[in-house]
């Protein structure tokens, strides 16, 4: 079955940096887009970032500039480098695939939690 397994998260202070893997599996990962969503407490959950599988990325206006998204192709994982963290990127952060070609199912894995103190 497919399998989306996140890991990378964890508790740091303002300004500080963390990487994000997502590691893939039970798919023909070159085929799916990949992306990040997060969810504060309280708060819906909301978009990240994309890496497209033909390549391209897009991120949301909040984390632009500060977070860069990437794959590796042969390793099946995508990752989500943070820089200049605030606390309002707090939250659980969930990989998510999607199939190149429109209307079949995404895949979510379980998320990981980070937490940016002030």
């Known amino acids: 079955q497919v399998q989306l397994v996140e890991s990378g998260g964890g508790l740091v202070q303002a300004g500080a940096s963390l990487r994000l893997s997502c590691a893939a599996s039970g798919l023909t990962f070159s085929s799916y887009t990949m992306g990040w969503f997060r969810q504060a407490p309280g708060k819906e959950r909301e978009f990240v970032a994309r890496?497209?599988?033909?390549?391209?990325?897009t991120y949301s206006d909040s984390v632009k500039g500060r977070f860069t998204i990437s794959r590796d192709n042969v390793k099946n994982t995508v990752y989500l480098q943070m820089n200049s963290l605030t606390p309002e990127d707090t939250g659980v952060y969930y990989c998510?695939?999607?199939?190149?070609?429109?209307?079949?199912?995404?895949?979510w894995g379980q998320g990981t939690q980070v937490t940016v103190s002030s």
């Open positions: 890496i497209f599988w033909s390549g391209g990325n």
């Open positions: 998510t695939a999607r199939y190149r070609a429109p209307g079949s199912d995404d895949y």
